[in-house]
């Protein structure tokens, strides 16, 4: 039910009823007294007639300014209506039909959702009269072409038709902002209606100050889309990995977050596995009502790169998105060679004995990522390093002119090198040969050593976590564990080309990175065992080790990628020397769009935007020469996005303020409404002031 005028600015001429009044104060005589006493007599029987006649004056007074009242009303054009339905005449009308198309429609109503708010717009459209404009638009709309007013039902209705649902979350914000554009013009008629099933996701992101400019007199007719009874409503809200790294051969776990949104409990519910659109493990579960379920899975991948999965649900009648994305980039076995400088008879005492384990604690080929190979100084000079993607040096006390010069080689075909000082190494050996030699392959000179007893230890305090080889020690446990490490010996350096990655208390640097070149170089100013530190006993050791090793390798540990959220951008970022370049991606539609890298700081960035479908987003051929960028990622629909839970009336009236709002039913469009128009009435009874003034002005 609402009440409106077609012609609003003629209210402003209400001022106008002022006018008789005016008059009336204008034409009051003002008369010189002279009082006379035998007359006396005569005026105090005038004064109790003069009462009568002043009441008789109020009223005319009255009747002349309700006539002119009702006059500017009738201009004004007032309309009563009832119910729903865009109704005929009164004007040209403006309107504009916002259509829901986000996931959750797909499912609110019995799986019919959209498709009762695309019958309900096509109503809307058909009701449109000769002279009336209005215009689709969508809640989530990626396509960047302009949408206009139009008076042709045929193409309002293709507009609509074309619409389609989409993988994320309602936009009601810039939805509404493009409808009070489109609106600006004027108008005898405008009005804006949102077809939604209101659901709460999309609405809790909502408020006033990010829609921006509004006209509150523009009527918003809120049409709910829905069913009665509320379906089975469970999504999969995440897929992760437990443990590090993914490996050609090992075994890898995955969990599968399953949600409950729903009052009842879901049985016999189907969860499946596919790996490179094999189905390779489902089981069966149940899940309790307003709860979460963990379902495992372990795999085992044949060949390194990349793979794309992605984990399904099934069961009939099931309201929710069913599908959650995933990527993995398989690592084939990374080869180590370790040369052991204090090697030791018990095992246990050697200095690689942590170092050997963290990299494989089972001591089996088919058990970790990394295959160590221990070797003694001796087997320096014969070691064939081609063989290896990483070299690490532990506490040895001189590095041989033969193995130096394969060493340089080695680092300029991009092998690593991580480095441990100890006991045994010799600094003039390490900085004549290692640092003032050219090109240097130490990031900084060794200077004196420096121990201390266990009790005045250094703890670890800076961590450069922004670090691709310490990006892991964002985890607050993690980096908690490796700041409880206490250091009582190391070698002092001094600053030069490197850059630090790890810092004791006092300063001094404990792992230092060599910038440039095409090889790495990581320099740790400790040992590698329990001689001057306590760092192997941390439970951070293990992961450090790993971390770094990958790290100086070159290549990308194996990982699993969770994705992204549909509509949020995906981050490519490599060297400066591919600024300018082109990056082509192939959406799962199969539409190809590009990107160009530009300079950002010392990288080179670019992002894409259009993430707007779910799936597995791949890297065109044509691009095959970015180095560094996975050739595949995934974007997924955010999970509360399939929560059917609706937006309590009086709740989204207050986020709407100071908009006018009506909510109505679905059934209130199709029984359509009523529309009364005032102005004849307002005529008669302007007609019928107007006989009552004059008569009576005669009568007095």
């Known amino acids: 039910m609402s009440f409106f005028f077609l012609h609003p600015l003629y209210l402003l001429a209400l001022a106008a009823t002022a006018i008789p009044l005016l008059i009336h104060l204008l034409n009051r005589r003002k008369v010189k007294r002279i009082r006379f006493p035998a007359v006396r007599f005569v005026l105090l029987s005038q004064r109790r007639i003069s009462r009568s006649y002043r009441l008789r004056h109020w009223i005319l007074l009255a009747l002349r300014t309700f006539a002119v009242f009702l006059l500017v009303l009738l201009l004004a054009h007032p309309i009563f209506r009832t119910g729903a339905g865009l109704f005929a005449g009164g004007g040209p009308l403006s309107a504009v039909i916002l259509l829901d198309n986000s996931l959750s429609m797909k499912w609110s109503g019995g799986s019919e959702g959209f498709k009762q708010a695309k019958d309900a717009a096509r109503l809307l459209i058909s009701s449109l009269n000769d002279g009336d404009r209005a215009a689709v638009v969508p809640t989530n709309r990626f396509d960047k072409s302009p949408i206009r007013l139009k008076g042709e039902k045929e193409i309002l209705s293709r507009d609509a038709e074309a619409v389609q649902v989409s993988a994320g979350t309602a936009d009601f914000s810039a939805a509404l902002a493009r409808a009070y554009e489109l609106l600006r013009e004027p108008a005898a008629q405008r009005e804006i209606w949102l077809l939604t099933d209101m659901a709460l996701t999309g609405w809790e992101n909502f408020t006033i100050a990010a829609l921006g400019q509004h006209d509150p007199l523009i009527p918003l007719k809120i049409l709910r889309i829905g069913g009665k009874e509320e379906p089975l409503n469970a999504t999969l809200k995440e897929v992760k990995m437990r443990g590090h790294g993914v490996g050609?051969?090992?075994?890898?776990?995955?969990?599968?977050?399953?949600?409950?949104?729903?009052?009842?409990?879901?049985?016999?519910?189907?969860?499946?596995?596919?790996?490179?659109?094999?189905?390779?493990?489902?089981?069966?579960?149940?899940?309790?009502?307003?709860?979460?379920?963990?379902?495992?899975?372990?795999?085992?991948?044949?060949?390194?790169?990349?793979?794309?999965?992605?984990?399904?649900?099934?069961?009939?009648?099931?309201?929710?998105?069913?599908?959650?994305?995933?990527?993995?980039?398989?690592?084939?076995?990374?080869?180590?060679?370790?040369?052991?400088?204090?090697?030791?008879?018990?095992?246990?005492?050697?200095?690689?004995?942590?170092?050997?384990?963290?990299?494989?604690?089972?001591?089996?080929?088919?058990?970790s990522l990394f295959l160590p190979t221990v070797i003694i100084p001796e087997g320096m000079g014969s070691v064939a390093l081609d063989a290896y993607q990483v070299v690490v040096l532990?506490?040895?006390?001189?590095?041989?002119?033969?193995?130096?010069?394969?060493?340089?080689?080695?680092?300029?075909?991009?092998?690593?090198?991580?480095?441990?000082?100890?006991?045994?190494?010799?600094?003039?050996?390490?900085?004549?040969?290692?640092?003032?030699?050219?090109?240097?392959?130490?990031?900084?000179?060794?200077?004196?050593?420096?121990?201390?007893?266990?009790?005045?230890?250094?703890?670890?305090?800076?961590?450069?976590?922004?670090?691709?080889?310490?990006?892991?020690?964002?985890?607050?446990?993690?980096?908690?564990?490796?700041?409880?490490?206490?250091?009582?010996?190391?070698?002092?350096?001094?600053?030069?080309?490197?850059?630090?990655?790890?810092?004791?208390?006092?300063?001094?640097?404990?792992?230092?990175?060599?910038?440039?070149?095409?090889?790495?170089?990581?320099?740790?100013?400790?040992?590698?065992?329990?001689?001057?530190?306590?760092?192997?006993?941390?439970?951070?050791?293990?992961?450090?080790?790993?971390?770094?090793?990958?790290?100086?390798?070159?290549?990308?540990?194996?990982?699993?990628?969770?994705?992204?959220?549909?509509?949020?951008?995906?981050?490519?970022?490599?060297?400066?020397?591919?600024?300018?370049?082109?990056?082509?991606?192939?959406?799962?539609?199969?539409?190809?769009?590009?990107?160009?890298?530009?300079?950002?700081?010392?990288?080179?960035?670019?992002?894409?935007?259009?993430?707007?479908?779910?799936?597995?987003?791949?890297?065109?051929?044509?691009?095959?020469?970015?180095?560094?960028?996975?050739?595949?990622?995934?974007?997924?629909s955010p999970f509360l996005e399939s929560r059917l839970e609706a937006i309590g009336e009086q709740e989204l009236k207050r986020k709407l303020e100071p908009i006018r709002a009506e909510i109505l039913d679905r059934e209130a469009?199709?029984?359509?409404?009523?529309?009364?128009?005032?102005?004849?009435?307002?005529?008669?009874?302007?007609?019928?002031?107007?006989?009552?003034?004059g008569w009576l002005a005669q009568r007095f």
């Open 248 to 367: 050609v051969g090992l075994p890898i776990h995955l969990e599968a977050s399953v949600v409950n949104f729903g009052d009842r409990e879901i049985k016999d519910l189907l969860v499946q596995l596919y790996i490179d659109e094999r189905n390779r493990e489902q089981k069966l579960i149940s899940v309790p009502p307003k709860a979460e379920v963990g379902v495992g899975f372990v795999l085992q991948l044949a060949r390194p790169g990349e793979h794309q999965g992605y984990v399904a649900l099934k069961k009939d009648g099931l309201a929710g998105n069913p599908i959650s994305y995933f990527t993995l980039q398989a690592q084939d076995k990374l080869r180590v060679l370790v040369v052991d400088g204090d090697p030791q008879t018990a095992l246990v005492q050697s200095e690689t004995f942590f170092l050997a384990r963290a990299l494989n604690p089972a001591g089996e080929r088919d058990s």
């Open 669 to 693: 469009l199709e029984k359509g409404g009523t529309r009364t128009d005032l102005s004849l009435p307002l005529l008669f009874l302007l007609i019928a002031t107007l006989a009552s003034e």
């Open 394 to 636: 532990c506490n040895v006390s001189a590095v041989p002119d033969a193995f130096l010069a394969r060493l340089r080689e080695y680092l300029h075909k991009g092998g690593g090198l991580l480095l441990f000082l100890g006991d045994r190494v010799e600094t003039e050996n390490y900085n004549a040969r290692l640092f003032d030699s050219s090109p240097p392959v130490l990031p900084a000179r060794i200077r004196e050593k420096r121990t201390i007893s266990e009790a005045a230890a250094e703890k670890i305090e800076g961590v450069e976590t922004a670090h691709p080889a310490l990006q892991l020690f964002a985890d607050e446990r993690l980096r908690d564990s490796l700041q409880s490490a206490k250091v009582h010996g190391y070698f002092r350096t001094d600053r030069a080309g490197g850059s630090t990655l790890l810092s004791l208390a006092g300063g001094a640097p404990l792992l230092v990175e060599k910038k440039g070149g095409p090889g790495r170089v990581l320099f740790f100013t400790t040992a590698a065992d329990r001689d001057w530190s306590d760092l192997p006993l941390k439970t951070a050791y293990l992961p450090l080790l790993q971390s770094l090793v990958s790290y100086v390798a070159g290549g990308k540990r194996g990982a699993m990628d969770p994705g992204v959220i549909v509509g949020n951008p995906k981050t490519f970022t490599l060297p400066p020397s591919y600024v300018g370049k082109s990056l082509q991606v192939i959406k799962p539609d199969r539409k190809e769009r590009g990107i160009i890298f530009a300079a950002a700081g010392e990288k080179a960035s670019a992002a894409f935007q259009e993430n707007d479908l779910a799936g597995v987003y791949r890297l065109s051929p044509a691009s095959a020469d970015i180095g560094g960028a996975a050739q595949m990622y995934p974007v997924n």
